[in-house]
């Protein structure tokens, strides 16, 4: 608790610590028996009231205390330690809205209190009122003229800029035309235009403000000339800017303002400082290929998605400003058209309105709009004149030859070096080396081909255990993989034991196992046959036995060294298994292993992830609950890497498990939502601002994510399912479909690696397309099946069946009207869909993501029951209106027999469907489709209700489904 109690006497706070103890020590019922006793003996003292509500709550009774706790706040309390309770209560709830409102009334009693106005500022950013943040902020600072409550105001007026890119979806005239305008204006009252701090200014986060509302609306130049001033007046006692972020923040200012020469020159010096900087590396060989002017090919011939060269798949815009090509190509092209004018004009910045609203959208405020481009400001067009005259011939060959020399010089004064081991200027050159092959630009001398620095890479790093992913990027340069393993494999150094070569020691174990991953990822295992990968899974196996001795001593939270070899083995017979489907043998070989290979490294997660879905395509939900239990999923990943579990318990007919699981899931995304706002308020209170921005959109992604969306609805259906026979618990669940187009994809599906053959996977960006569209598919057709059960309950009521045709309850279509419509939506979904079926309907490999159960709902006809049932029920309530002469009629009997047919008929397939097949030699395998087919039927006909109890609904206690 730890409350502020300076307006108590010395008595009342010492009657009350006993109580603050008890809250602080969790003794709840305690806490609650001393409030009502020093209640009743000081009846002045509402603090007591407050602390009693927050007992209560915490004690579990959450209707008395906010009972209690509203009744305090009508009374408008304005003592601060009775506040101070009702806030840490009303935050405990969740109901930030009430401690705006109590603070809004004590801040009216009393004008001049400076807390309660922080305070009443904080509930705003709670809540995300940004005006208000805005108002109160200028209250406050009038007040008391301190400088954080000005900046206060100034980052609500960013923040409204920031909701109003969001509410438009980048579109943003408002943000552009008058909010970001004005944060600039008034942030340039303590900053000065030339980027200089004036007398008031007094700390770099402020600096740091103005130069966030800079990069939003593109003023490069501007933020460029501030912060290189702002660096060169610390020795004199400046503002402090930290060298690492001087650095970045330079070095992409010079890349997206197109100076080249500049950039390279920037990157080649922090390089000298620290040689082993990637990111410096990654720019320096940027600013150089850029510089030739044929740099626009490379991201579509290498098959990137990210603008800046050599990002690796999980790399992102660390800055947040957005995407280089369309502010390169735009500035440029105005400079075409526009004259030489005053460059000093533009780097003291312009406040124009008029000219701020010529410009570019932030992705650092909206991540989702890569594709907008907008005009750049004129500060852009005006700094491309200098590298525009330069000779672009001879200008890029130097560039092209120095970027060579510093390269190889980093590596010789490596080599020389006794330091630790640099991959920095190895990897550089390795860059280098493919971009200028993608561009088809004439290869130095000093330069060796692509397989050559591959080859030399592995040589001097394939001891490390991140070798093999390093040079994963470059192996489709190899042009001859037989001469470069050949090559690769006489580095590893190894003994021969029992008639076998196994290696030397640890560091050679890996360069084995970095060899043999490599080996696979260049084909060689796809043109083995089915008796030669059993050889080399037996090969591995005993390699794997072998090189167990060198992790001997490790403790059970490592990971042993020798997993790699027992990792290759699984992919192998998972090979064999997808390459023979019906014969499982394979796959319940890859789980043996897994299982063995869990006992002796229980902390490896590729182990168990992978376990988990060798169960999920076998229908074993409980083992793979075990093992994915043991991952300790919290907080944030369960958006990351959930649907590894929770794409398998309905369909598997776990649903105790699938109820406990989406519980726990909405707890953490009810807990990060309030998280954050606590983080939002620190962040204010410490200034940082660029924190702030992060937070905001963390926020944002997780309230559009597709994931907690999907376990949002599959626990309504599910709760739709236990209520099946009770139709006005049905009328009651609320159901509030998402915004289809705002939804986003938050899973990490690079988690499980994959060490297929380079040039026959899918690509990773094709498959995590395909998977988000498969799953907003099937999260319509849910939405939409729920939809119709209430729809449906409604008609099946009092209620429902007295209403006409064409009547309206309340401003409401009645229930015959609405499930017509809802009918017509479903069926234009559902033909949408299978008319996309080949693409919508695949099955997907093992170690791609988990397939939704789109698949089987068409294919085994649940589609096309759905419509028929509802179909026949919208005809018997229409034909049941009263006063129509169709109401005395009998019901149709096509709609029956079209109904009974369709019922049959997914009967009929799930009965031809196997559960256990038997191969020509006795084999046994299991059909998964068989228990998810049961698991639709079951749930769709009510088939529960003799196992109801089972169910964690209503209090009644959990079972296995038998």
């Known amino acids: 608790?730890?409350?502020?109690?300076?307006?108590?006497?010395?008595?009342?706070?010492?009657?009350?610590?006993?109580?603050?103890?008890?809250?602080?020590?969790?003794?709840?019922?305690?806490?609650?028996?001393?409030?009502?006793?020093?209640?009743?003996k000081q009846k002045s003292m509402v603090v007591v009231k407050a602390l009693k509500a927050v007992g209560l709550w915490r004690s579990g009774r959450q209707e008395d205390a906010m009972v209690l706790a509203d009744e305090i706040s009508a009374t408008g309390p304005s003592d601060e330690p009775t506040l101070q309770a009702l806030s840490i209560c009303y935050r405990d709830m969740g109901r930030h809205d009430m401690i705006a409102i109590i603070y809004e009334a004590a801040v009216a009693k009393e004008r001049t209190n400076e807390e309660y106005h922080s305070h009443l500022f904080m509930a705003y950013v709670r809540l995300h009122e940004y005006k208000k943040q805005q108002q109160t902020a200028m209250s406050l600072y009038k007040l008391r003229p301190k400088n954080p409550y000005y900046f206060w105001s100034v980052m609500s007026v960013v923040m409204q800029a920031v909701e109003s890119l969001n509410v438009s979806e980048g579109s943003g005239d408002v943000a552009y035309n008058l909010y970001l305008p004005l944060a600039q204006r008034m942030a340039e009252k303590f900053v000065g235009r030339d980027g200089s701090a004036t007398e008031q200014a007094e700390s770099g986060p402020q600096l740091r403000?103005?130069?966030?509302?800079?990069?939003?609306?593109?003023k490069f130049v501007a933020a460029l000339n501030m912060i290189r001033r702002s660096s060169s007046r610390q020795s004199g006692g400046g503002v402090d800017f930290e060298p690492m972020f001087v650095a970045t923040r330079v070095g992409d200012y010079l890349v997206r303002l197109g100076r080249w020469r500049e950039a390279f020159a920037h990157f080649a010096g922090t390089l000298g400082g620290q040689p082993d900087d990637w990111p410096a590396w990654r720019g320096l060989v940027e600013s150089a290929l850029r510089g030739s002017g044929r740099s626009g090919a490379t991201a579509a011939q290498s098959g990137a998605g990210s603008d800046r060269l050599g990002a690796q798949p999980g790399d992102s815009d660390v800055n947040g400003l957005g995407n280089i090509e369309s502010d390169v190509t735009d500035a440029k092209s105005e400079t075409e058209t526009k004259s030489k004018s005053e460059t000093e004009?533009?780097?003291?910045?312009?406040?124009?309105?008029?000219?701020?609203?010529?410009?570019?959208?932030?992705n650092a405020v909206d991540t989702d709009n890569h594709s907008e481009h907008v005009k750049p400001s004129d500060d852009q067009s005006d700094s491309y004149k200098g590298d525009s005259e330069e000779t672009p011939k001879d200008s890029d060959k130097d560039l092209l030859e120095e970027v060579v020399s510093v390269v190889n010089d980093a590596i010789v004064a490596e080599e020389c070096s006794r330091s630790h081991r640099l991959r920095g200027p190895y990897l550089a050159r390795l860059l280098l080396a493919k971009e200028m092959s993608a561009l088809g630009l004439p290869r130095s001398g000093q330069l060796a081909?692509?397989?050559?620095?591959?080859?030399?890479?592995?040589?001097?790093?394939?001891?490390?255990?991140?070798?093999?992913?390093?040079?994963?990027?470059?192996?489709?340069?190899?042009?001859?993989?037989?001469?470069?393993?050949?090559?690769?494999?006489?580095?590893?150094?190894?003994?021969?034991?029992?008639?076998?070569?196994?290696?030397?020691?640890?560091?050679?174990?890996?360069?084995h196992q970095g060899w043999l991953t490599m080996a696979r990822r260049l084909g060689v295992h796809s043109r083995m046959g089915p008796e030669e990968l059993l050889a080399v899974t037996r090969d591995l196996r005993a390699y794997y036995a072998e090189a167990l001795r060198h992790g001997a001593g490790l403790l059970p939270t490592e990971v042993q060294h020798a997993d790699g070899y027992l990792l290759l083995t699984v992919h192998v017979l998972l090979d064999l298994w997808e390459t023979e489907p019906r014969r499982a043998k394979y796959l319940y070989h890859a789980i043996g292993i897994l299982e063995a290979g869990i006992e002796k490294s229980s902390a490896d997660f590729d182990l168990r992830l992978l376990l988990v879905r060798c169960y999920s395509r076998l229908g074993a939900a409980n083992p793979a609950a075990l093992h994915f239990r043991a991952l300790d999923v919290k907080h944030i990943l369960w958006d990351t890497i959930g649907y590894e579990m929770t794409s398998l318990l309905q369909p598997a007919g776990r649903y105790a498990v699938a109820?406990?699981?989406?519980?726990?899931?909405?707890?953490?995304?009810?807990?990060?939502?309030?998280?954050?706002?606590?983080q939002l308020a620190l962040a204010y209170k410490a200034g940082n601002f660029a924190k702030i921005l992060e937070i905001v959109e963390l926020r944002r992604r997780l309230n559009r994510s597709l994931h907690y969306a999907k376990v949002h609805w599959e626990q309504k259906f599910l709760e739709v399912v236990l209520l099946s026979d009770d139709l006005e618990g049905l009328q009651d669940v609320e159901f509030i479909a998402p915004d289809w187009d705002l939804l986003r994809d938050n899973r990490d599906l690079s988690v499980l690696?994959?060490?297929?053959?380079?040039?026959?996977?899918?690509?990773?960006?094709?498959?995590?397309?395909?998977?988000?569209?498969?799953?907003?598919?099937?999260?319509?057709?849910?939405?939409?099946?729920?939809?119709?059960?209430?729809?449906?309950?409604?008609?099946?009521?009092?209620?429902?069946?007295?209403?006409?045709?064409?009547?309206?309850v309340n401003g409401t279509a009645t229930p015959t009207r609405r499930l017509r419509g809802l009918l017509l939506h479903f069926e234009e979904l559902l033909e949408d869909i299978r008319s996309n079926s080949s693409r919508l309907c695949c099955r997907l490999r093992i170690r791609e993501p988990p397939e939704s159960p789109l698949r089987l709902f068409l294919g085994f006809g649940h589609d096309e029951l759905w419509l028929r049932a509802f179909s026949l029920l919208l005809a018997s309530a229409e034909l049941s209106l009263p006063g129509e002469p169709s109401a005395k009629a009998s019901v149709n009997l096509t709609l029956i027999r079209d109904f009974l047919s369709a019922l049959s008929e997914v009967c009929k397939r799930c009965e031809e469907t196997e559960f256990i097949r038997t191969a020509d030699d006795g084999e046994l395998s299991i059909e998964s489709d068989y228990l998810y087919n049961a698991a639709l039927t079951i749930k769709y006909f009510g088939l529960h209700k003799s196992s109801r109890n089972m169910y964690p609904f209503g209090g009644k206690s959990c079972g296995t489904f038998r």
Not at 8 to 14: N, P
């Open 209 to 218: 403000l103005y130069i966030i509302i800079l990069e939003m609306q593109r």
């Open 1 to 40: 608790m730890a409350l502020v109690t300076r307006t108590l006497t010395d008595v009342e706070e010492r009657r009350l610590r006993p109580i603050y103890d008890a809250l602080d020590q969790g003794n709840y019922k305690s806490a609650i028996q001393m409030s009502d006793r020093l209640y009743k």
């Open 659 to 678: 109820w406990t699981r989406y519980t726990e899931i909405g707890k953490s995304s009810r807990g990060a939502n309030r998280e954050t706002a606590e």
């Open 449 to 511: 081909s692509v397989e050559d620095l591959c080859l030399h890479y592995f040589h001097r790093f394939g001891g490390k255990p991140s070798c093999c992913r390093d040079l994963e990027p470059y192996l489709r340069g190899v042009e001859n993989p037989e001469r470069f393993l050949a090559e690769a494999l006489d580095s590893v150094e190894r003994v021969v034991v029992a008639e076998r070569r196994y290696p030397a020691d640890l560091a050679n174990s890996r360069r």
């Open 753 to 808: 690696s994959d060490f297929g053959k380079l040039d026959v996977n899918r690509g990773s960006e094709e498959v995590a397309k395909l998977s988000f569209d498969m799953e907003v598919a099937w999260l319509r057709v849910r939405c939409f099946s729920m939809l119709l059960l209430n729809c449906g309950a409604l008609l099946l009521t009092e209620g429902g069946r007295g209403a006409g045709e064409g009547a309206l």
């Open 345 to 362: 004009t533009e780097s003291t910045g312009e406040t124009n309105a008029t000219r701020d609203s010529q410009i570019g959208v932030n």
